[in-house]
C-alpha cells in the first residue's frame, strides 16, 4: 500500500437503483461487470480493504410499497430481501473479475449468504476480500444509509463513499438550476440543518458524526472515481 495513501478500510455505498444500469428495474449485469473491472483495478492498484454496502430499491422498496395495504416493517423486510439479490449478483461477478468476495446478511439466508458476523468480516477483509454486506442493519424503519455507517464502524472503516449519480452535492438540484454551486466540503451540522442539502438521513449522518467517520459523495459513473477518492484526490463532496 502507498505509505501516504489516506484511507486504507472503505466502505462503498451502492443504492438499488445503481445495479439497474440502464434499465428500468432489475440488474443490470453490463453495469456491474463494469463497476466490478474498476474495483478490481482499483484493489489492485491501492491495496485497500473494502466492505460494501447495497440497497434493493431497482426490485423492492420498502417505504413505497407499505402505503397500500402492506404494514410498513413488512415492506421493509421487503426490501432487504431485495438487497440479497443485488448482493449475490455482485458477488458472483466480482469473483469471475478475479475479486475474492463474500457475501454476508443482518437478514438471515443461510442458503445464499453467510451471517454477519464483525470478527469475521474483518478476517476476510485481512485476507484481501471484498465483504458484501445485504440486509441492511436487518432491522426495518432502518435505511441502507444508516446500514452504511453502522458497518463502516464495525469494521473500523475510515471512510464512507457514497454512490451517486452527480459528481457532488449542490446547494440545489444542479438539473433544475443552471446557477446550482457544487460543495466541495461540508461539515456535519451544515448538512444536518440545511434542508437544500441531501447526502444519507439525519440519522446516518448523525452517527458518522459523533463517530467522526468522514463521508465522501461522488460520481460512481466516472471510470477511475473510486481509486482517486482512496487516493486522496478532492473528488465529489466530503463531509466531516
Do not use: W
Not at 94 to 102: D, I, T, Y
Not at 113 to 135: M, N, S, T, Y
Amino acid at each position: 500500500m502507498k505509505p501516504t495513501q489516506p484511507y486504507q478500510r472503505v466502505l462503498l455505498k451502492l443504492s438499488g437503483e445503481q445495479f439497474a444500469g440502464d434499465r428500468e428495474y432489475g440488474v443490470d449485469p453490463v453495469f456491474v461487470n463494469r463497476l466490478a473491472k474498476e474495483l478490481a483495478e482499483t484493489i489492485e492498484a491501492t491495496h485497500v480493504q473494502l466492505a460494501i454496502i447495497v440497497g434493493g430499491g431497482n426490485i423492492m422498496r420498502g417505504a413505497s410499497v407499505a402505503k397500500s395495504g402492506i404494514e410498513r416493517a413488512t415492506g421493509d423486510y421487503m426490501g432487504m430481501l431485495a438487497t440479497l439479490i443485488n448482493g449475490m449478483a455482485l458477488v458472483d461477478i466480482l469473483e469471475a473479475n478475479g475479486v475474492p468476495a463474500r457475501l454476508t446478511t443482518r437478514l438471515r439466508a443461510d442458503q445464499v449468504a453467510e451471517p454477519f458476523v464483525r470478527r469475521r468480516a474483518l478476517r476476510h477483509l485481512e485476507k484481501g476480500r471484498v465483504v458484501v454486506v445485504a440486509g441492511g442493519t436487518g432491522n426495518p424503519y432502518v435505511t441502507t444509509d444508516t446500514a452504511a455507517v453502522t458497518t463502516a464502524l464495525e469494521l473500523e472503516g475510515d471512510l464512507v463513499l457514497k454512490a451517486t449519480k452527480v459528481d457532488g452535492v449542490y446547494d440545489k438540484d444542479p438539473s433544475k438550476h443552471a446557477d446550482a454551486q457544487k460543495h466541495t466540503e461540508l461539515s456535519f451540522g451544515k448538512v444536518l440543518t440545511d434542508p437544500h442539502i441531501n447526502v444519507m438521513d439525519n440519522a446516518a449522518i448523525s452517527l458518522a458524526m459523533d463517530n467522526s467517520l468522514p463521508i465522501v459523495v461522488f460520481d460512481l459513473l466516472t471510470h477511475g472515481n473510486i481509486r482517486r477518492v482512496i487516493e486522496g484526490q478532492n473528488i465529489g463532496t466530503k463531509v466531516s
